[in-house]
């Protein structure tokens, strides 16, 4: 039986599910702390069969790694996967769209654009030759974070320096997230029966992006040149004073790689709450009436906020508001927050709870100016729809 291979790999993990060919879902796993001690596997197939196992290894032996736990496991004959489908983030403008990848060359050339994408790019790319380079008679597919975003108008990805840098050298805004936005996008057009919707979804998680989209496209996002800007997120800033960086280094002589760092992965929820970088964490601290945890949430819950009204602003109407995301998904008193006191719009969420069996929950009152939806994201499902309507399956 033919299978696909879903990839969405990371600094030190490896999220991986397992389609049919016809894109029934057959099981997903995680393989965590990769080139860490303590590396283990954990695999569940649609019965709730469990798998576990530990074994440490480098990201160098990553593909054989992956292929010998496949098959001493009898979770399927690995020979069976006909095309896999890699998650990269940072496609920019050198790929605007979605790709099947037939030679080293554009490895390489995904390869030159890491520094859009710091955090994630370098282990994309080593994943991806690792498995191109042992498995050619394997189809291979990569998504770009980026592709979905390829719609956006000049005067939402243009930033307001010299217009020279952006010629010269592509500095715009790319976003991110695409798979999971244009997932919701087309379930939720799918649920209004609508062809195309127009509405707000914001991606909450340790990474975190809202975007815009209208007519069903991408119309604006908060992420910018890389996944750094816009919203607080786990670890990493989102928006600020671009002065501060000239500060940090002029005036208290931080070294530039130290200050990068310390946006990348030492602010955001991490920076504020200064114990965890786990929305769950700040939660608890908030109920044990810590300030900084409350901070932390105030300022994660204000940045949302001030994105809605931005966004809202820019079209003439929404038919919804969504989340989704392992915070979006979840945290229905953030969300219960971010509408309580918006004055923009009339909106009541109705709900204490939600039924989390369903992939979509209505939270608002009929009465509420717009929808305010929960709907569960999906991206190695809609990588593997990407990657079969590219090979002409679909």
């Known amino acids: ?25 057959l099981g997903k796993g995680l393989i965590d702390r990769i080139g860490i001690t303590g590396t283990s596997f954990f695999y569940k197939d649609i019965n ?45 403008e050198v790929f605007p769209e979605n790709i099947i990848v037939k030679d080293w060359k554009t490895i390489e050339k995904i390869e030159k654009l890491t520094p859009l994408a ?51 050298y592509k500095i715009r805004r790319y976003g991110a997230h695409g798979t999971s936005h244009q997932y919701i996008t087309e379930r939720l057009s799918n649920f209004l029966n609508k062809k195309n919707v127009t509405f707000i979804n914001l991606h909450l998680g340790n990474g975190a992006s809202v975007c815009l989209i209208k007519d069903s496209k991408s119309y604006d996002t908060s992420m910018g040149l890389t996944p ?26 931080l070294d530039p790689n130290d200050v990068e760092n310390i946006f990348i992965k030492k602010s955001g929820l991490l920076g504020i709450y200064g114990k965890s970088s786990d929305m769950r964490d700040v939660i608890s601290g908030e109920e044990k009436k810590e300030k900084r945890a409350i901070l932390a949430r105030e300022l ?53 709870k939600f039924d989390r069996n369903l992939d979509i929950n209505l939270l608002s009152e009929k009465d509420s100016e717009i929808p305010i939806y929960i709907i569960k994201t999906n991206e190695e499902l809609q990588m593997a729809k990407i990657a079969k309507i590219l090979l002409k399956e679909l």
């Open 1 to 25: 039986m033919k299978k696909i291979l879903i990839l969405n790999v990371g600094s030190s993990s490896c999220k991986f599910q397992i389609f049919t060919k016809e894109l029934k879902l």
């Open 48 to 92: 709730n069969k469990q798998i576990k196992e530990k074994k440490d290894f480098e990201y160098k032996d990553f593909a054989e790694e992956f292929k010998r736990f496949i098959n001493d496991n009898n979770i399927c004959k690995f020979e069976e996967f006909y095309l896999m489908v890699h998650r990269v983030v940072m496609g920019s």
């Open 118 to 168: 710091p955090l994630h790019q370098p282990y994309n790319v080593i994943a991806l030759k690792e498995f191109f380079g042992k498995y050619k008679d394997t189809k291979h597919v990569v998504c770009f974070d980026t592709t979905f975003h390829s719609t956006i108008p000049e005067k939402n990805f243009i930033f307001t320096i010299p217009y020279q840098f952006y010629k010269n």
């Open 228 to 253: 750094l800007g816009g919203l607080m997120m786990g670890t990493r800033s989102g928006d600020l004073d671009p002065s501060i960086v000239f500060y940090l280094i002029n005036q208290k002589k």
């Open 300 to 352: 994660f819950i204000k940045r949302i906020n001030d994105y809605i009204a931005t966004y809202l602003n820019e079209v003439e109407k929404v038919e919804a508001i969504t989340f989704t995301g392992g915070i979006g998904e979840n945290d229905l008193d953030l969300i219960k927050r971010v509408f309580k006191n918006f004055h923009l719009k009339k909106i009541k969420i109705k709900q204490d």
